[in-house]
């Protein structure tokens, strides 16, 4: 086996591995569906190199089509797993448009009017133009993020090497007489090589910085209600509470209680009474301004942090809160209705710290369960504290 020869072959077995790999991520992690777009990718450029080597010595036209028609799929493929990391739909009808358009040229240069110059125009041609839709799309989508960047720059040298490789072949002389050792062919297989790897291991990276999000979000946020947990509450409350380093801001802690919550799921079951979590938690976010952090950070039990606002103003917060979810369908839960919330309200002072401030909301919190429950009571450390005591069932929204 010549030289040439080997490096011809390290290109399938190469995207080979590269599939393979991907795809075994992708059947551990089946919510990545660009990681199975991108092994599918592989897999179809191993099968166009393989069918590429079979004819480099015998030249069978439709096997020649065939496997230019795999390289443009897998052009197609990648740019749309790439996009796909990002939530982001791919264009995938305008890319297939070019690719068809691309294989009607080749197919007439390679059998009704024999062209190999006019056919590595047409297939490169088609590569750079859904590489550059990649490119424009990852530009506005990318974190400019290091590893996001490589992965730019390597669709970005793919761009670069569909527009070169027509110019380089002809400026050799005649193309069809450039054997697969020549420094051209050669140079083509291993530049291939290198910028499959380094996208390769882009992606891999990305998966892993993913996987790693994916998991911090799990370790701060509640599954049921997808407000955050108590430990996700209090580092993003502190952050909050940090962002105003002289602590002049006003800001007012809300925690709220499920009433009889055990009655609750010992009359309906569990399921029910997850949904009554839902709703209320819902009625919460709903009527939380742009910065607000909410959290589930108990059972039953919820908290709300309104950066900017007094006291006064975490009163009508949960007033409208209370209104809401009095008028919230719950799934399960029989007329009459009589599922209610408490709240208890602290303000945050200038020098305020979380854990203090939550001890005083919840000594309100205890308040308002001992008048009756179904009401909002003000700690007594806070200034304008008042007690509001509101109607057990609301029949209106007010």
Known sequence: ????????????????????????????????????????????????????????????SLSRIVSNALFVATAILVVGGLISRYKERPPYVLMTLIGVAAMLVLAFYQIVDENYAARVIALNAAIAAISAIGI???????????????????????????????????????????????????????????????????????????????????????????????RGFEESANASLRSDPDRTAPAALILAD???????????????GDQVIVGFARSLAREAADGAVLGRIGGEEFAVLLPGADAAEGVRYAERVRLLFALTPLPGVRAPRNV??????????????????????????????RAGRDTIRVASSTSQAASVQTAKVLPIFA
């Open 1 to 60: 086996m010549t030289p040439a020869i080997f490096i011809m072959l390290l290109n399938p077995v190469t995207s080979a591995i590269f599939a393979a790999a991907l795809f075994v991520l992708w059947k551990h992690q089946r919510h990545l569906r660009y990681v199975g777009l991108l092994a599918l990718a592989f897999g179809l450029k191993s099968l166009a190199y393989l069918v590429q080597f079979a004819t480099l010595t015998d030249y069978i």
């Open 136 to 230: 424009w799309k990852l530009l506005r989508l990318v974190r400019k993020a290091f590893i996001e960047m490589i992965v730019v720059c390597v669709m970005m040298l793919h761009f670069c090497g569909a527009l070169l490789r027509p110019v380089l072949l002809m400026a050799g002389g005649d193309p069809t007489k450039l054997s697969i050792d020549s420094v051209y062919w050669l140079g083509v297989a291993a530049t291939d090589i290198i910028m499959s790897l380094l996208l390769v291991l882009g992606v891999v990276t990305g998966v892993a910085l993913d996987l790693f999000a994916k998991l911090r979000i799990e370790s701060i946020q509640d599954s049921l209600s997808h407000l955050l947990n108590r």
């Open 258 to 272: 499920l009433d009889h919550f055990k009655a609750i799921n010992d009359t309906y079951g569990h399921a029910v």
């Open 340 to 369: 209610t919330a408490s709240f208890g309200i602290a303000g945050v002072g200038p020098g305020g710290n979380l854990e203090a401030v939550m001890r005083d909301a919840d000594q309100a919190l205890y308040e308002a369960k």
